[in-house]
């Protein structure tokens, strides 16, 4: 099955939301979970699948372990120090939950894990600003970075979602943009007492 299309239709259904009903959002945390609440009530993504020792489980997985190691305060890629990233959400290649044992899937101790192309059909980082803080540059170029070098999955998402009052930041400045990750960039804000929305598309093509 090719899960693309879908999980680019649940994300237009986020972003369709978020532009209504911007304000049910108080935090970033409030905001992660409605996500995972829009893709786990569709049952291509909570189906069950069983492992090789028979330990049933769903695609759908938060905070799922990164195979590389990070220094997230100089962004680099380490090799052995350094702590594994995590990504917000990830979706997992039934084949690869199929075909390994339930410690490889879960990949929680690094020892067992499977560094796979096709392991992760893909993962989605989230970002949801609201303050225009500036420690919001570092965290976006920590992202993109860890979704930059995640060969695990085959599709890759970047989302940043701001409803905050004040002057917009520009987020994106010296940010090296991945050409294999699609980024998505929305905000929503009041004018004059109008509500105002972008939404824009930074997706990098190759060549440009």
């Known amino acids: 099955m090719d899960y693309k299309p879908l999980i680019d239709k649940t994300i237009e259904s986020?972003?369709?939301?978020?532009?209504r009903k911007p304000h049910n959002f108080f935090n970033e945390h409030e905001f992660h979970a409605y996500c995972y609440h829009r893709f786990y009530r569709q049952k291509e993504f909570s189906k069950q699948y069983t492992t090789l020792d028979g330990r049933k489980t769903n695609i759908l997985k938060p905070e799922y372990p990164s195979i590389k190691r990070f220094?997230?305060?100089?962004?680099?890629?380490l090799?052995?120090?350094?702590?594994?990233?995590?990504y917000d959400l990830a979706f997992l290649n039934p084949k690869f939950i199929q075909n390994f044992?339930?410690?490889?899937?879960?990949?929680?101790?690094?020892?067992?894990?499977?560094?796979?192309?096709?392991n992760?059909?893909?993962?989605?980082?989230?970002?949801?600003?609201?303050?225009?803080?500036?420690?919001?540059?570092?965290?976006?170029?920590?992202?993109?970075?860890?979704?930059?070098?995640a060969n695990e999955a085959k599709n890759k998402y970047f989302l940043m979602f701001v409803n905050a009052p004040g002057k917009e930041r520009d987020y994106f400045k010296e940010v090296t943009i991945p050409v294999d990750v699609n980024i998505r960039y929305v905000r929503i804000w009041e004018e004059n007492g109008k509500k105002m929305f972008k939404d824009i598309d930074k997706t990098k093509v190759k060549g440009d």
Do not use: M, W
Request: glycine share 6%; with cysteine.
């Open 120 to 149: 992760l059909i893909a993962v989605i980082e989230f970002k949801y600003v609201t303050s225009h803080d500036c420690n919001f540059n570092h965290e976006v170029k920590y992202d993109l970075l860890k979704l930059g070098v």
């Open 14 to 19: 986020l972003i369709n939301q978020f532009h």
């Open 79 to 86: 090799r052995k120090e350094g702590s594994r990233g995590h």
């Open 71 to 77: 220094s997230r305060e100089r962004l680099e890629v």
């Open 101 to 118: 044992k339930y410690y490889v899937v879960r990949n929680k101790n690094i020892t067992y894990s499977h560094d796979g192309p096709d």
